[in-house]
Nanobody, 115 residues
């Protein structure tokens, strides 16, 4: 079973940048769908972005043009470059791998954006 560990969260000012990383303990396959989700207090977990390949990505409307998702299957890593951060980006961010109908989650990393 793959285990996922997120890193890179923290405190940023509005307009600033953060890069989140997710490292998998096991093999990541090109057929895995990988993604970032976030959950703010009192709200449902929502998709931020996912990636099947460099040519197949999906972004939430709220982050389009500001966030960039990327993956390195050989290294077993997933990244989320977050630019022009807004206070509404404040949330717990979770890494996800979807494989064969099974979702695997990381433990989450907190991102807090101050105005």
């Amino acid at each position: 079973q793959v285990q996922l560990v997120e890193s890179g969260g923290g405190l940023a000012q509005a307009g600033g940048s953060l890069t989140l990383s997710c490292t998998a303990s096991g093999n990541i396959f090109s057929t895995d769908l990988m993604g970032w989700y976030r959950q703010a207090p009192g709200k449902q977990r929502e998709l931020v972005a996912n990636i099947f390949s460099a040519a197949l990505t999906k972004y939430a409307d709220s982050v389009k043009g500001r966030f960039t998702i990327s993956r390195d299957n050989a290294k077993g890593t997933l990244h989320l470059q977050m630019n022009n951060l807004k206070p509404e980006d404040t949330a717990e961010y979770f890494c996800n791998v979807h494989r064969g109908g099974v979702s695997i989650w990381g433990q989450g990393t907190q991102v807090t954006v101050s105005s």
